[in-house]
C-alpha cells in the first residue's frame, strides 16, 4: 500500500531490495521525530519484500541495558545456523546468547564477524532483509554487533534497515551508514492524511487539527479522535515546534510522547508548563507572573480563576 508523502523513501528502499536479489547488500538507517513515520516506512519495506527471508524485531527499553538482549530476540529463530559458523564465531555468539556454559564476555569482534557469517549463510538461500525497529533502545553490545555487520556488507544479498528516533531517546549513532532522514508531510499530504481521518469534521476543525499537528503523521491520524472525544486543546503544547496549542488525547500514542517528552524536561520547564495546564486566561503575562511568583500576573491570573 502506498504512503502518502514517502514516495521517494519507499522508491529508495525498495531499490536496495531489488539490490540484494541482484546480489548486492546495503544498510540504512531511518531517523525522524516519534510519530514521523519510521516504522511505517518498514512495514512498507517488510511487505515488499515477501520474496526474501525477512527477521524483523523492535528495541525495547526495559531490556536496553541488558547486553545481547536484543540480539537473542533477532536471532533466536535462526539459531540452527550457529552450528554452521567457523568455531571461533560460533563459540562467541553461543557465549553471548547464553548458549554456553557462564565464562568472561565473548570477543565483541567475532560476535560481530558472527553475526555477519550468519547473515551470509542465511542469504546462500535467498535474499534477507532484516528490520530492526526503535534501535535506540538496542542494549549496546546488540548494537555494536549488528553495526558492525552492517558496515561489512558487500555481496551477500543482505538488507539491513534501522529505525531510531531522533530526540527524546537515547542516541543512536550508526558512524559508516547511511541515513534517510523522514520530514514532515507537506501541506497538502497533511490534509490528504487528515481528511482519512476526520472527514466528518467541519473545515475550521479540521483547519486547527492541520495546524496542531504540524505535518507529523502519529498527530494527524490521532488528533481528530482527541477532538471527537472532546478533548480538545486544553494546554499548550503541540508536536515540537508546531508553536501553538496542542490537544491531549488521554491514552494515545501522542499522550504518551510527549508525557515522556515533559519527564525529561527541567523542573522550571515542567513547572511552567504545569501552571500553563492551569491557565484559563492563555494570556502569557500571566503565565509566567504566576509561575515565577512575580507581582504583575499573580493577581490577574488569581481573578480569572476566582480560586484566590
Ligand atoms: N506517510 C504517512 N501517511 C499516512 N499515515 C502515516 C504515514 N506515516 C505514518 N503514518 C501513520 O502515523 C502513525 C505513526 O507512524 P509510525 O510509523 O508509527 O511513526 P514512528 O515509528 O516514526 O514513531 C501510524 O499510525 C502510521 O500508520
Ligand atoms: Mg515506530
Known amino acids: 500500500m502506498r504512503l502518502p508523502g514517502r514516495d521517494a523513501e519507499t522508491a529508495r528502499i525498495e531499490r536496495l531490495l531489488a539490490d540484494a536479489r541482484a546480489g548486492r547488500s546495503a544498510a540504512l538507517v531511518v531517523r525522524g521525530e516519534p510519530g514521523i513515520g519510521k516504522s511505517a516506512l518498514l512495514t512498507h519495506a517488510v511487505a515488499a519484500a515477501r520474496d526474501m527471508r525477512v527477521l524483523a524485531r523492535a528495541g525495547v527499553e526495559p531490556e536496553s541495558e ?3 538482549a536484543a540480539l537473542h530476540l533477532l536471532l533466536r529463530d535462526v539459531l540452527d545456523g550457529v552450528g554452521r559458523l567457523p568455531a571461533a564465531q560460533a563459540a562467541a555468539l553461543r557465549t553471548a546468547l547464553g548458549m554456553a556454559a557462564p565464562g568472561p564476555p565473548p570477543d565483541r569482534f567475532l560476535v560481530g564477524i558472527a553475526v555477519l557469517t550468519l547473515l551470509a549463510d542465511l542469504a546462500a538461500d535467498r535474499p534477507v532483509l532484516v528490520v530492526l525497529d526503535d534501535a535506540h533502545w538496542f542494549d549496546h553490545a546488540s548494537a555494536d554487533a549488528l553495526l558492525f ?4 556488507l558487500d555481496a551477500e544479498s543482505v538488507v539491513m534497515l534501522f529505525a531510531a528516533r531522533a530526540g527524546h531517546a537515547p542516541a543512536f549513532p550508526a558512524p559508516g551508514l547511511a ?3 523522514l520530514s514532515r508531510l507537506d501541506d497538502a499530504t497533511a490534509r490528504q492524511v487528515l481528511d482519512a481521518h476526520a472527514g466528518d469534521l467541519p473545515r475550521p476543525v479540521r483547519e486547527m487539527l492541520l495546524r496542531e499537528a504540524a505535518g507529523n503523521p502519529l498527530a494527524l491520524c490521532e488528533l481528530p479522535a ?3 472525544a472532546d478533548r480538545a486543546p486544553v494546554f499548550p503544547l503541540g508536536p515540537p515546534d508546531a508553536g501553538r496549542g496542542g490537544t ?10 510527549f508525557a515522556a517528552r ?3 524536561l527541567p523542573g522550571t520547564a515542567r513547572t511552567l508548563l504545569l501552571v500553563a495546564a492551569a491557565d484559563g486566561t492563555c494570556n502569557v503575562a500571566v503565565v509566567l507572573g504566576a509561575a515565577t511568583g512575580s507581582a504583575p500576573g499573580r493577581p490577574t491570573w488569581r481573578r480569572s480563576n476566582g480560586n484566590g
Open 226 to 228: 482527541a477532538y471527537r
Open 149 to 152: 555487520a552492517a558496515r561489512r
Open 179 to 181: 541515513d534517510l532522514c
Open 262 to 264: 515533559i519527564a525529561a
Open 248 to 257: 491531549a488525547p488521554t491514552h494515545s500514542a501522542v499522550e504518551r510522547e
Open 66 to 68: 541488558l547486553p545481547y
